[in-house]
């Protein structure tokens, strides 16, 4: 339901109007990152009690490898033999992560700045209203929205390598 609003309670503090559109943006950040954390913990992770293990993947990759001839037997030529390599991958490293933020905001308005009072602290504040636009009834305010990728956070990025490297043979 939309409540009409008259000249009188139109008036409306000059930081609020400003201060309304960064605090939104600054929620939509939140929810998106609330997504992303709801994504990884349902997907790529199993809760166990108070602490949560990746899923992984089993995988096997078969390839040719080349052996050498060994010494004493007849046939002193190398030998192509079949490697199968077995591993288990964590599905967080191989899934796409988009890190999404809004990366730019942009508001236009026009306002009539009619009152100056204090504030109960005694600072003084600017009231005023937006002006209506020309062409329609209505309050004006152009608000223009940007959102990016950006780069997946330290701490991702520290516990994917951590996969990976955990992927690679150690030496005993």
């Keep these: 339901m939309t409540e ?3 000249p009188e309670e139109s008036l409306q503090q000059l930081a609020d109007l ?4 960064l605090i939104a943006a600054a929620q939509a950040n939140a929810k998106m990152s609330q ?3 709801d994504f990884l913990l349902a997907y790529c992770f199993t809760k166990n009690g108070d602490s949560y293990t990746p899923k992984m993947v089993k995988m096997e990759l078969t390839r040719n490898v080349i052996t050498p001839a060994v010494p004493g037997e007849i046939d002193q030529s190398p030998k192509i033999v079949e490697g199968t390599t077995s591993f288990d991958l964590p599905l967080l490293t191989i899934i796409p992560l988009s890190s999404l933020a809004v990366n730019q905001l ?3 308005f026009e ?3 009619s009152h100056l009072e204090n504030n109960p602290e005694g600072e003084p504040q600017l009231l005023g209203k937006i002006l209506k636009g020309t062409k329609e ?3 004006k305010m152009d608000v223009s929205l940007n959102a990016a990728l950006v780069p997946l956070p330290a701490g991702m990025v520290t516990i994917i390598e951590a996969f990976t490297k955990s992927v690679q043979p150690i030496s005993h």
């Design 4 to 6: 009409q609003i008259t």
């Design 137 to 139: 009834e209505g309050i």
């Design 111 to 113: 306002m009539d700045i």
């Design 106 to 108: 942009e508001v236009k």
């Design 18 to 21: 400003m201060s309304a559109p």
């Design 35 to 37: 997504a992303q954390i």
